[in-house]
């Protein structure tokens, strides 16, 4: 049975932990392919988006994160203690953290709590960009350039970005350039920034909202973390097909 066949299988049987785990390396061919193709532009922009939760997906068990019977502990991720949920904007959500590149592909995504900020996120999402190449060798995780948004301006996240030799356009946040500049000289120099660069960060907003016109995406149903990145995940790949 092919990869695509057994996925539709097991979206017939309603087992979204085994969905999960087949989905991902798909996932990772059509990157690889797309990149073969040169279909993937390497400007990447990093962002995220919450979610709304139904009711029906509060509940899950905190001593029994999972079902032995049809999602083992060691599927598509581990699942947290919280699967995922938090309380922001007034009710229950989750929020996906996306990698996106200039060709709306996404590279990477990573679900947690609604009310867990960008920042923290941010290298956990850029260590999960790895795509294959067919002819062998290293897969490729470094991008050309990487766009976000000011809930990203923090130290951490420049010297991450300098210490990978990644190129990016992070505007900075103006408390955090008024603190500077009432240092003077030991505020250091201020980081650069190109406006007309910084106009491209666009794709991953419309990126966002294709993948929210899936209403299993949009409106979380899955109890389980797992699970709710399986419809992610499924989500994505029929986009790409």
């Known amino acids: 049975m092919s990869g695509q066949a057994r996925l539709m299988f097991l979206v017939r049987q309603d087992d ?3 969905v999960g785990r087949t989905a991902q390396p798909i996932l990772r061919k059509l990157q690889a392919k797309a990149d ?3 279909h993937i532009e390497w400007e990447v922009s990093v962002d995220s988006t919450v979610c709304r939760a139904h ?3 509060a509940g899950a068990r905190k001593e029994r994160p999972y079902d032995p019977g049809r999602t083992p502990p060691d599927g598509l991720a581990a699942e947290p203690d919280d699967h995922a949920l938090g309380r922001s904007r007034g009710g229950l959500t989750t929020k996906i953290h996306l990698a996106v590149d200039a060709s709306f592909h996404v590279l990477a995504a990573v679900i947690t709590a609604g009310q ?18 067919i002819g062998g060798g290293h897969p490729r995780t470094r991008p050309d350039h990487v766009l976000a948004d000011r809930a990203y301006s923090s130290r951490q996240i420049r010297a991450y970005l ?5 190129p990016h356009t992070i505007p900075e946040k103006r408390d955090q350039a008024r603190h500077c500049m009432r240092r003077g000289t030991a505020g250091g120099r201020p980081p650069g920034f190109n406006r007309e660069m910084y106009k491209r960060r666009h794709k991953i907003e419309c990126r966002i909202g294709l993948l929210k016109q899936a209403r299993g995406v949009a409106t979380r149903f899955d109890k389980l973390a797992v699970r709710y990145e399986a419809t992610v995940q499924l989500t994505l790949i029929r986009q790409a097909l």
Do not use: K, N, W, Y
């Not at 996120?121 to 960009?129: C, G, K, L, Q, S």
């Not at 300098?162 to 990644?166: E, Y």
């Open 16 to 18: 979204l932990g085994a």
């Open 36 to 38: 073969a193709a040169g």
């Open 55 to 57: 009711q029906h997906a």
């Open 116 to 133: 867990r900020a960008d920042a923290p996120v941010f290298t956990e999402v850029m260590d999960r960009i790895s795509v294959s190449r």
């Open 162 to 166: 300098r210490r990978r030799q990644i």
